[in-house]
C-alpha cells in the first residue's frame, strides 16, 4: 500500500510516518508538508534515508502539486491543518483555508485517483465542552472557536464526498494529543519546556478546565487500525479517557521536574475557553483499538522526553516562537505581576 499522508513532518504526523514504517515492511509512504512553523523535518530524521519514504514539500491547497503527490497512492491519511486554538482567535483566516478549502483539494484530487481509503483527522473539538458527559460519534457539533469551526467545515465536506460521491472517506476525531514532538506552544510541551527554563507557566482563568490527554502512539494506532479496518462513510472518536483538569496537570508537571509552585501564574482566560472536552471510544474499541498509556503515564512519558531532548525544543523557542509568545503572553504576564 502507498500512503499519501499530509502534515507528515508535524507533531501527529511524524509520530504516524515512523509507527506506520516500523510495523508496515511492505507499504510506501509519500509525505507531503508545506512546513509551515509547525512542520518539522527532524521529526523524521529516523526515516529520512529509508527508500519506501519520500518528502515533498508543498502546499494541499495546492492542486497541481496534491495531484502529483497523489499519483499511485492506494490511501491518503490528512494531517495537514493549522492546530492552535489561540492562533486562531487571533487570526482564523489561515486555518479557512487549509483545514477547509485544503480538505476540498485533497478530496478532488484522491477521487480523481480513486484511491481506496481517504482518513480525514479531526478533533474531539468540533463537539465543543460538556460539564458531564461524554459525546458518542452521533452527537451534535458545536464548534466554539475558529480552529474547531474549520475542522468541523473540514470534515464536514469530506463526509460529503462519501454521501455524494460514494467516495471511502473516514472521519477521526481525536483528543487532546501528548507525546514526543508536539511544538512547544500547546500547553504540556509549554509548560514543561517554561519549567525547565524556571520561566512562568500561564494558566488561563482558574485552571479548572479539563482534557482527554491521550498518547500520541496510541492516537496513531487507532488511526492505523483505521486505515485497515474502519468502515466508508463513518466517524470514530480516538480518546484513551486520560481526563485531567489544567491545574492539576501543572502541578504534576512541576512536580516531576521538581519546580516551584510559584511558577504557575494564572492569567487572563482564553476567548471562548471550552471548559471540557470529553469523548467515548467504544466504536474504536470495539474494532479492536487499546490505548496503552493512562493519564499519568502518558504525561509524564512527554514530560520525560522534552527533559532528554532539549536539541530538539531549544531551538524551536526562537524567532517565530518568541514574536508569538510575546504577542499571545506578554500582556497576560504583565497583568498577572509576572516578569
Ligand atoms: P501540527 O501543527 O504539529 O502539524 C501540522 C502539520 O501540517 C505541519 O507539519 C505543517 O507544516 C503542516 N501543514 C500545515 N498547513 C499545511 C498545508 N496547507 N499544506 C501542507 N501541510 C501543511 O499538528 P498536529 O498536532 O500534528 O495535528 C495533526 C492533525 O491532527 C491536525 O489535522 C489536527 O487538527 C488533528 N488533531 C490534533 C490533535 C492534537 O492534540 N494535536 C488532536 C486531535 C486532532
Ligand atoms: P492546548 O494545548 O492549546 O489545546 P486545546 O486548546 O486544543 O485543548 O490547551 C490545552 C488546555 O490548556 C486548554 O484548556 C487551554 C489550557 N492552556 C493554558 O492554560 N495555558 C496555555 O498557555 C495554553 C497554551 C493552554
Known sequence: MRILVTGGAGFIGSNFIKLYLARHPDC????????TYAGNLENLHDVESDERYRFVHGDICDEAVVATAMRGCDAVVNFAAETHVDRSIGDPAGFLKTDVFGVHVLLEAARAADVSRFIQISTDEVYGPTLDCAFT????????????????????????????????????????????????????????????EDLP???????????DYTHVLDHCSGIELLLARGVPGEVYNVGAGNHMKNIEMTHLILEELGKPETLIKHVRDRAGHDVRYAIDATKLRRLGWEPEFG????????????????????????????????????????????A
Open 137 to 196: 460519534e452521533e452527537d451534535r457539533l458545536n464548534p466554539r472557536n475558529p480552529y474547531s469551526a474549520s475542522k468541523a467545515g473540514g470534515e464536514l465536506l469530506a463526509r460529503s464526498y462519501f454521501e455524494t460521491y460514494d467516495f471511502p472517506v473516514i472521519v477521526s476525531r481525536g483528543a487532546n494529543n501528548v507525546g514526543p514532538n508536539q511544538y512547544p506552544e500547546k500547553v504540556i510541551p509549554l509548560f514543561t519546556t517554561n519549567a525547565i
Open 295 to 338: 493519564t499519568k503515564a502518558a504525561i509524564l512519558d512527554t514530560v520525560r522526553w522534552y527533559v532528554a531532548n532539549e536539541a530538539w525544543w531549544k531551538p524551536l523557542k526562537s524567532g517565530e516562537f518568541r514574536e508569538y509568545y510575546e504577542r499571545q503572553y506578554r500582556e497576560r504576564l504583565d497583568e498577572a505581576g509576572a
Open 28 to 35: 510506501e509512504i509519500v509525505n507531503l508538508d508545506k512546513l
Open 201 to 211: 507557566l500561564p494558566l488561563y482563568g482558574d485552571g479548572l478546565q479539563e482534557r
